[in-house]
């Protein structure tokens, strides 16, 4: 079955120390996105590759990147985790075309201890 | 600035009767406009989408209604049953981008 999938699905990271989320595709998708969701909350976007083209939202914070090797794979490193980082971060994919939706991966939660 | 907006954080609704959830957005450039549906430990999964050029889009039992001038969707799912339980999320976007603006969700509880 084609689908996104994210591992792992949950991380446990310490304060300051990098931590790497990886998400792959199945259904060569050129778009990637990555979100960070907390409780409660709307997702929210933090940046998205059209192909290679990396778009990044203005108020994501410098301590987050990412990295797209090839269509398959994208990876969101936050460099030095705060406990406000811990949340669900959630991949998605979509067609290029406009009007398709988004097919998401189950996510993976992150705690910062 | 939340630009898209779901006021209710949760509804109960009796099997088989209707749920009406709602969302608000304030950017009259979102054109384009989804519902996705997440169970817990899962990732959100697409629902229905309704196009501005279009009021109403219908998909056996879920039908979204989209109000432009109140800047206000609907989603409808009639009838209810208890595996629709679930936090419902609606999305906005708008031309000339592949960027998203999600609401907060609503939780579903359908009772049997």
């Known amino acids: 079955d084609a689908m996104v999938i994210q591992n792992p699905r949950y991380q446990v990271t310490q304060f300051g120390k990098p931590v790497t989320l990886s998400c792959s595709q199945t259904l060569n998708h050129n778009v990637m996105y990555w979100y960070q969701q907390k409780s409660s909350q709307a997702p929210k976007l933090l940046f998205h590759y059209y192909d290679k083209d990396f778009n990044n939202e203005a108020d994501t914070p410098d301590n987050f990147q990412s990295r797209r090797p090839n269509t398959s794979f994208c990876f969101l490193d936050i460099r030095s985790p705060g406990l406000g980082d811990a949340a669900m971060y959630l991949c998605?994919?979509?067609?290029?075309?406009?009007?398709?939706?988004?097919?998401f991966g189950p996510g993976t939660r992150l705690t910062v201890l | 600035d939340q630009q898209v907006k779901q006021n209710s954080p949760s509804l109960s609704v009796q099997e088989g009767r209707i749920s009406i959830l709602n969302c608000d957005y304030t950017?009259?450039?979102?054109?384009?406009f989804l519902w996705y549906k997440k169970y817990p430990a899962e990732g959100p999964t697409f629902l229905i989408s309704i196009s501005s050029i279009k009021d109403k889009n219908e998909d056996g039992r879920f039908t979204v209604f989209l109000n432009k001038s109140a800047k206000h969707l609907s989603l409808h799912i009639v009838p209810s049953q208890p595996g629709d339980s679930a936090v419902y999320f609606c999305a906005a976007s708008r031309s000339g981008t592949y960027k998203y603006i999600f609401g907060t969700g609503t939780r579903l509880k359908v009772l049997a």
């Open positions: 998605a994919t979509s067609r290029e075309t406009r009007g398709n939706e988004q097919f």
């Open positions: 950017n009259s450039m979102f054109d384009y």
